[in-house]
């Protein structure tokens, strides 16, 4: 169980680690030459949705007395300039039924959903170049360093893991294993299914597309995150699929062959197996 809870803390740390390292190459201009108009955009993101939010908080007072001035109108249009014309069925100054007020409500959220659609295929359209750099660095941090730093990371290096072939652990595993475990591994599958959708398909028709990889996304995550704990020896869909293993060794360099519910190391399992013999030894000279 240790490997399990070790390798998912390098996993974590790992990743930590990457996302430091592209935050600092989106500083630089030519890597991100958008980086102004993605914040800028980002900014009008965020205030849209509070916008959005202290107008569902106040929408019952502007309702309160059964009726819609022309003074809260105004002051509407003045505070939500995005939300305003969702109010222009309502008749000024006259009494408001209550289906009035829902519908009035619906068409808030339902705009909130446009405006949300509409920004976030905006800013995604303007880190095209972001991900694809991203791609390129997790697949070198996983992949290439892996490879050179002989089944290991930097983290998994701190907890003593290694990738192995799993039929022949002193067999060098190949790079485009590692490669295409990188891939597996850090979900960039999905990453570049998702590119090639933002880039080829309309807005309308990636947001569904976009919809349905999150949900894809889920179960993904779901089938390693299961093959990794219900198997002894905790091998991921991705193991399987390339054969390889990940293990745990002591600082003498051994393996240790740990069971999911077995945590002991090889000296654990030889005293084990000699207090079973000591045991059954006993138990035939008493019979």
Known sequence: MKRIIYRMLAYVLDLAFVSVILLGIGYINFVNPESEKINYTYQEYYNINNSYTELMKNI?????DGKLTQEEYEDIVCKYPNFFDCFNDIT???DIKNKEID???EDLNKRITKLNNDYGYKIEKLNIRTSVISIVVYILYFGLLQYILKGQTIFKKLFKLRVIDNEHPKKKVPLWKYIIRSILVCELIISI???ILLVTLNQSSYIIGNGWLSNIKYVYEMA?????IIRDDARSIHDLLL???VVRFNLAGN???EKLFNDGDSDYESVTNKNNKIVSKNANRDA
């Not at 019952?60 to 309160?64: A, R, S």
């Not at 390693?224 to 990794?228: C, D, K, S």
């Open 92 to 94: 000024l100054n006259e």
């Open 60 to 64: 019952d007072d502007y309702f309160k």
């Open 243 to 245: 054969n390889t293993r």
């Open 255 to 257: 393996i240790i062959d």
């Open 224 to 228: 390693f995150l299961v093959t990794m």
């Open 103 to 105: 519908e009035v409500k």
């Open 193 to 195: 299914v998702d590119l």
